[in-house]
């Protein structure tokens, strides 16, 4: 199977929705968070979904690369597997103070 290439900007146009590339569903939305002392414009992932039998891929990582290349924040809100908040945080994303305890939030400036 081969990783998607999916290319978000031109339908971003819309505020949030979910987007499906292959075995992956993300759910994105543009809005804007308090960060750094600072109301900033952001790219939130709220939910991503990868076929149990692709997870490991790749595939996340992919996406990933092509969102954080845009001018927005990328924030990716509660968090709840610790090895995507690893790989966050080895990605350079700086942990939201006072985020959902065992479920934080993650952001990273572009």
């Given at each position: 199977m081969s990783t998607p290439t999916p290319d978000p900007w031109p339908?971003?146009?819309r505020a949030r929705g979910w987007?499906?590339?292959g075995p992956m569903r993300i759910y994105l939305?543009?809005?804007q968070h308090y960060l750094g002392g600072a109301v900033v414009?952001?790219?939130d992932v709220g939910s991503v979904e990868v076929e149990e039998s692709c997870r490991g891929q790749g595939i996340f990582t992919t996406y990933l690369e092509l969102i954080e290349a845009g001018e927005r924040t990328v924030f990716v809100e509660s968090v709840l597997n610790a090895r995507l908040q690893e790989f966050?945080?080895?990605r350079g994303y700086t942990e939201v103070?006072?985020?959902s305890?065992?479920?934080p939030s993650f952001y990273l400036t572009p």
């Amino acid at each position: 199977m081969s990783t998607p290439t999916p290319d978000p900007w031109p339908t971003l146009a819309r505020a949030r929705g979910w987007f499906e590339g292959g075995p992956m569903r993300i759910y994105l939305r543009k809005t804007q968070h308090y960060l750094g002392g600072a109301v900033v414009p952001t790219l939130d992932v709220g939910s991503v979904e990868v076929e149990e039998s692709c997870r490991g891929q790749g595939i996340f990582t992919t996406y990933l690369e092509l969102i954080e290349a845009g001018e927005r924040t990328v924030f990716v809100e509660s968090v709840l597997n610790a090895r995507l908040q690893e790989f966050l945080r080895k990605r350079g994303y700086t942990e939201v103070p006072n985020s959902s305890g065992s479920c934080p939030s993650f952001y990273l400036t572009p």
